[in-house]
């Protein structure tokens, strides 16, 4: 999603994909494939561009640092993206800030589980503090006896409260190498089993002073740890304020909702970032953005019900990733926008899970969003769950 950005500010992008039929593989032409694992392999891509720079936080830390010292343009650059790699070192630092974290604790064996269970009571929170996403390696304790065993594969786990959140936020801010900054309005965001479902740009009823604090910390997140391109702070919302729960340091899924309902998506900022450009206008461009991923079902052929989509909701904006459907993979996600939430929410909502297979029925209260001609005569037949077969 990185290659339009780049196509329409005329830079040339290249990329290092794991296999050749990956989704970047897909759409940019100059692609190399070779495992971001190996030295090697990063070296000799490095030595063809002049920045580097991230689509997931999974480059070993120590290949970074070398190439840094070789003096490699890698951005963002280790020793920012080392807090969106570790999540126990993440939380020292936010410490350190003084912005408001979960209590936490490192835990090393099952004493120090009970001890932590001893502060903070049980159900708490454990995390394999490297190398977890979607929810992987993120678990429920309910007795110490349960962290005895993930401790005999990882030497040490992050513990946190079970914080008991009104609702996940997350915002997003780009940053680039001068220290120009721009910051995106505050979102609203739904997690399904622990994969992000839902977001909603502005999040909705959210008073002012909050989204100032939250603005203000992930300022200071930033300019802290010199980061350069895209970042995401992910939040619960308390009765009191927030608690940080983590970092990532690229586009983020939290942020698709800019492509189509900011002035600039996160995919142009994150290149103007990493690139000095000057930065782009993080501004809304509709009262209401929702963006609802489209999660795998058991339906492998999604083009029928994409089909339908289209013709259904002209004004909905379907992006697809290119990946092979397996039940819970994101393989894409729907924007809409407009000024009436509820009704972008059923757009959204409806056109992902209709393209999924997970709703086959087509809700049939929903209004024909305003200023679309009704144009297909899209829910005949829609309810017909063969159409997809
Ligand atoms: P990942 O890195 O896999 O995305 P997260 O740390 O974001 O994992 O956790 C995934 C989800 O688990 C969060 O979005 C949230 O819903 C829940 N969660 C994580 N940490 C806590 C916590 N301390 N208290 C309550 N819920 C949590």
């Known amino acids: 999603m990185l290659a339009p950005a780049a196509e329409a500010l005329g830079v040339r992008f290249a990329v290092l994909a794991e296999t050749a039929d990956s989704p970047a593989a897909q759409v940019i032409h100059d692609v190399v494939v070779g495992d971001y694992t190996d030295f090697a392999t990063l070296k000799a891509f490095a030595e063809t561009v002049d920045v580097l720079t991230f689509d997931h936080e999974h480059v070993p830390p120590e290949h970074l640092e070398a190439l840094v010292a ?5 951005r963002p650059g280790p020793q920012a993206l080392i807090f969106a790699q ?35 009571g049980y159900p708490f929170i454990a995390k394999t503090p490297r190398g977890g996403y ?13 962290v005895a065993d993930w401790l005999s594969d990882v030497p040490v786990l992050l513990a946190e409260e ?5 609702r996940e936020l997350a915002v997003m801010v780009g940053r680039s190498p001068m220290g120009q900054t721009a910051v995106w309005p505050v979102v609203e965001t739904w997690q399904q089993d622990g994969v992000c479902k839902e977001a909603i740009a502005p999040a909705p009823g959210l008073p002012e002073e909050k989204a100032r604090a939250i603005t203000e910390a992930v300022l200071t997140v930033a300019g ?18 927030f608690l940080i729960n983590e970092f990532a340091m690229r586009p983020h899924n939290t942020g698709h909702w800019t492509q189509d309902g900011s002035v600039t998506s996160q995919f142009e900022q994150h290149l103007r970032a990493v690139l000095d450009l000057p930065l782009g206008s993080p501004e809304a461009r509709e009262d209401v953005s929702v963006m609802v991923n489209i999660l795998g079902a058991e339906h492998e052929d999604l083009y029928r019900p994409y089909l339908h989509v289209m013709a259904h909701d002209p004004a909905v ?19 809409a926008y407009g000024s009436d939430r509820e009704l972008v929410l059923a757009r959204a909502r409806h056109a992902a899970d209709f393209i999924a297979g997970v709703d086959p029925n087509p809700h049939p209260e929903m209004p024909a969003p305003a200023g679309v001609p009704a144009t297909a005569p899209a829910r005949s037949g829609a309810a017909d769950p063969d159409e997809r077969a």
């Not at 070789?70 to 890698?74: D, S, T």
């Not at 939380?91 to 001890?115: F, H, Y």
């Not at 904006?317 to 924007?335: D, Q, T």
């Open 317 to 335: 904006k379907v992006h697809l990733y290119g990946k092979g459907v397996r039940p819970g993979r994101k393989v894409g996600h729907v924007n």
């Open 134 to 146: 979607d929810g992987k390696g993120v678990r429920v304790i309910t007795d110490s006896a349960e």
């Open 70 to 74: 070789a003096g490699h343009a890698v």
């Open 86 to 120: 570790d999540k126990i070192l993440m939380r020292r630092r936010m410490d350190e800030l003084g912005l408001p974290n979960p209590r936490w604790a490192e835990i090393t064996s099952t004493a120090d589980a009970e001890a932590f269970a001893a502060e903070v």
């Open 224 to 241: 802290a740890l010199d980061v350069t391109g895209v970042m995401a702070m992910e939040m619960f919302e308390t009765p009191e304020g």
């Open 162 to 166: 079970k914080v008991d959140f009104t």
